[in-house]
C-alpha cells in the first residue's frame, strides 16, 4: 500500500484507483460491440474494488463510442453493486443546465449514493460537431459556462437568490441528496474554476500533462470552502492518468503501440479505430510517433504492475492526491481487462 502526505498534512494510507472508460473501438471491431465492453469492463472494476467507473463523451469519432455517458450510465448502474458511476465528463456548455439537473436526478433517484457528475466545458470533438450541438446557433459564441455551472449548482440544492426567475423550480425526481458534481479540465483555468465554486477537481493529465502539477497545486492552494450540499470544506483532487500494465515489459510496450498510434493520429484528425498492435508497431515505424510531449510524468505508464504502481505512488505522493482515475486504451479488450486486474493486485484492492 502507498503511504503519502494527504493535502491537509493528514497520513493517506490506501491510493484510491478508479476508472474513466471512452468506449474505445478496435479496428475490426464495431462501435457496438465498444459499448459491450464497457460495460464488461464496469462489471469487472465492480468487482476488482476500483471506486468509481466514469464514461466520457465524445462527438462524431470512429475511435470512441460513447457519445452519450448518461445513457451508458442507466445500464452500467444495473450491471453493477457498489462502484461510484459517472460522467467524465459531460460538455456542459451543450446542453441547459436543467435538463443536465434532471438527468443526473433521475440517475441517482436509480441509483442514490453513487451517482457523479463530472463537467467540462470542451467541445468534446472538431468544430463542427461544436457547432451542430451549439444551444443557440443565431447567438454570437459565448462564454457562459460559470453561469451554467451556478445555475447547475443551484438545481443541486444551493437555491435561487431571491425573486430570481427559478426560485420555485423544483426539479424531479425529487430525492434526498444529490449527485456529486466534479470539475473536469486540463488547464490552469479549469483549476481556478473548481477551487471559485468549491467542487472537486479531476485534471486531464493523460490528454494534456504539461500543466498537471501546476493546475492541481493551484487548486489546492486557491480553494474556497463551500458549505452547499456536496461541496467541500477542503480540496480533494484526483488525476486521470493512463496506464498499461502487463506481466512483462515487452508485452506492456507492445500493447501500448496502440494508444501511441492513437496519440498520433488525434494530433492529425485521424479519428479512425485503434489500431492492432503489430499494425500499430508498422505506423510508428514508418511515421515515428510524431509530437505529442510529456510533461513531468508520461501520459501513459506502460510496464509490469510493480513498476507502473511504483510511478503511480510517486506521482500521487508529489502531487498529494489520495485517488488516481485509470484510462486504458488497448486494441485487445481481455488484455485492456488484464491491465486493470494486474494494476487492482499491485494495489491490494478489494
Not at 35 to 58: C, K, P, Q, T
Not at 312 to 318: K, P, S
Request: negative net charge; contains cysteine.
Amino acid at each position: 500500500m502507498s503511504s503519502f502526505a494527504g493535502v491537509d498534512g493528514l497520513a493517506v494510507n490506501d491510493l484510491r484507483l478508479s476508472v474513466l472508460d471512452q468506449s474505445p473501438v478496435p479496428d475490426g471491431s464495431s462501435p457496438g460491440q465498444a459499448l459491450a465492453n464497457s460495460i464488461a469492463l464496469a462489471r469487472r472494476v465492480d468487482a476488482l474494488g476500483y471506486s468509481r467507473f466514469w464514461m466520457s463523451e465524445h462527438h462524431a469519432m470512429d475511435t470512441l463510442a460513447c457519445t452519450a455517458p448518461e445513457i451508458m450510465l442507466a445500464r452500467i448502474g444495473a450491471e453493477t453493486q457498489r462502484i461510484r458511476i459517472g460522467s467524465g465528463g459531460i460538455m456542459l456548455p451543450h446542453y441547459s443546465a436543467l435538463k443536465v439537473a434532471e438527468v443526473f436526478r433521475t440517475l441517482h433517484a436509480l441509483y442514490p449514493g453513487r451517482i457523479d457528475l463530472g463537467i467540462g466545458r470542451a467541445p468534446g470533438g472538431g468544430p463542427v460537431e461544436a457547432l451542430a450541438l451549439k444551444r443557440d446557433r443565431k447567438a454570437p459564441m459565448a462564454d457562459d459556462f460559470p453561469e451554467q455551472v451556478q445555475e447547475l449548482l443551484a438545481y443541486f440544492g444551493e437555491g435561487f437568490p431571491e425573486r430570481h426567475p427559478f426560485q420555485k423550480m423544483r426539479v424531479a425526481p425529487e430525492m434526498p441528496g444529490a449527485p456529486d458534481v466534479w470539475m473536469l479540465g486540463s488547464s490552469m483555468w479549469s483549476s481556478a474554476a473548481a477551487a471559485s465554486f468549491g467542487l472537486p477537481y479531476t485534471f486531464a493529465h493523460f490528454f494534456s500533462p504539461v500543466y498537471t502539477r501546476s493546475a492541481v497545486e493551484a487548486y489546492q492552494r486557491s480553494f474556497l470552502a463551500s458549505g452547499r450540499l456536496g461541496g467541500r470544506s477542503t480540496p480533494e483532487a484526483t488525476v486521470a492518468v493512463g496506464v498499461v500494465c502487463a506481466e512483462t515489459q515487452e508485452e506492456a510496450d507492445y500493447l501500448s503501440s496502440s494508444v501511441k498510434v492513437l496519440q498520433r493520429r488525434i494530433r492529425l484528425g485521424d479519428r479512425r479505430p485503434v489500431a492492432e498492435p503489430t499494425e500499430a508497431l508498422r505506423e510508428l515505424q514508418a511515421f515515428g510517433a510524431g509530437g505529442g510531449e510529456d510533461g513531468e510524468w508520461p501520459r501513459y505508464f506502460v510496464g509490469t504492475p510493480s513498476k507502473v504502481g511504483a510511478e503511480l505512488r510517486q506521482m500521487a505522493a508529489a502531487l498529494r492526491v489520495g485517488e488516481l482515475v485509470v484510462n486504458s486504451i488497448l486494441w485487445d479488450h481481455g488484455a485492456r481487462l488484464r491491465s486493470y486486474e494486474l494494476l487492482a493486485g499491485e494495489f491490494g484492492l478489494s
